[in-house]
């Protein structure tokens, strides 16, 4: 098993146990957790072939989700405590926020001109495209 596999189910484990308080080492297993999923999730919509806009919309914003919780979970946990690949799961949840957010914008200008092709809309959607050098 994969070191991502084996954290992602000790942290299902850990949650299974509802407890209302987790220790330093069982929170920073779920943090990890949250980083391996939402890179999981990341790496499937980045392959996705189908092209429905709701769902590329709900991965994404899923994915924002999970980063967003990871941020604030990792506040919960004292500096003083890490693990390995610590840094790099915080510089790689960032890039995927920013990389998920501009792509969010996109989408959801894509989605208006598809559900009402205006000028305006199409306007937008292009001005935003070539803002972002897409």
């Not at 330093?24 to 996705?48: D, T």
């Not at 072939?49 to 899923?62: F, K, V, Y």
């Not at 999970?66 to 941020?71: A, G, L, Q, V």
């Not at 559900?115 to 306007?123: L, M, R, Y």
């Amino acid at each position: 098993m994969i070191k991502s596999e084996k954290i992602i189910e000790t942290a299902d484990k850990i949650l299974k146990m509802n407890k209302l308080q987790y220790s330093v080492e069982e929170s920073s297993i779920l943090i990890q957790s949250q980083y391996y999923n939402a890179e999981k999730l990341f790496n499937y919509g980045a392959n996705i072939s189908e092209n429905n806009i709701d769902l590329q919309i709900e991965i994404s914003e899923n994915i924002i989700s999970i980063c967003k919780s990871f941020h604030h979970n990792l506040k919960l946990v004292p500096d003083n405590i890490s693990w390995e690949d610590q840094k790099m799961q915080i510089d790689n949840i960032n890039q995927m926020i920013n990389e998920v957010e501009k792509s969010l914008k996109v989408l959801y200008l894509t989605k208006k001109f598809q559900d009402e092709p205006t000028t305006f809309n199409a306007t937008q959607l292009q001005n935003l495209i070539n803002s972002q050098n897409i």
